[in-house]
């Protein structure tokens, strides 16, 4: 099973992060939701005005859809906070790493069916 993601780095004034956060949680993350192969949306706070937002697809088309047609109202609801417009990058998703009970276990997505 191969995963394709979209992550999107966005550079914002560090006091503005939490603002961004914010917006990125209740506006953006729910979007991709309804679409067929959505797995999940993660988001990570650097602490220096640097945010990463991870959304993950079973298959490349719908990843790659989902960044096409969302991509302008995503800047739309985002622009007033970043520095600079968001830098996005498509692309499979190679491997994994889960909490699977007590212990943590890597997985290479080849061996996921």
């Not at 999940?40 to 298959?59: A, H, M, N, P």
């Not at 790659?64 to 109202?73: A, L, M, S």
Request: proline residues 7%; hydrophobic residues 40%.
């Amino acid at each position: 099973m191969a995963m394709y993601g979209v992550l999107r780095l966005c550079e914002v004034d560090p006091w503005s992060a939490d603002a961004l956060m914010w917006r990125i949680n209740h506006d953006c993350v729910p979007l991709p939701g309804d679409v067929p192969g959505f797995v999940s949306s993660r988001i990570t706070d650097s602490g220096t005005g640097k945010i990463l937002w991870l959304t993950t697809f079973e298959d490349e088309a719908p990843a790659r859809t989902w960044d096409e047609e969302n991509d302008p109202r995503i800047n739309a609801l985002l622009g007033w906070y970043l520095t600079k417009p968001p830098q996005v990058l498509v692309g499979r998703v190679h491997s994994r790493s889960a909490n699977l009970g007590l212990k943590a276990r890597h997985v290479a997505l080849a061996e996921v069916s």
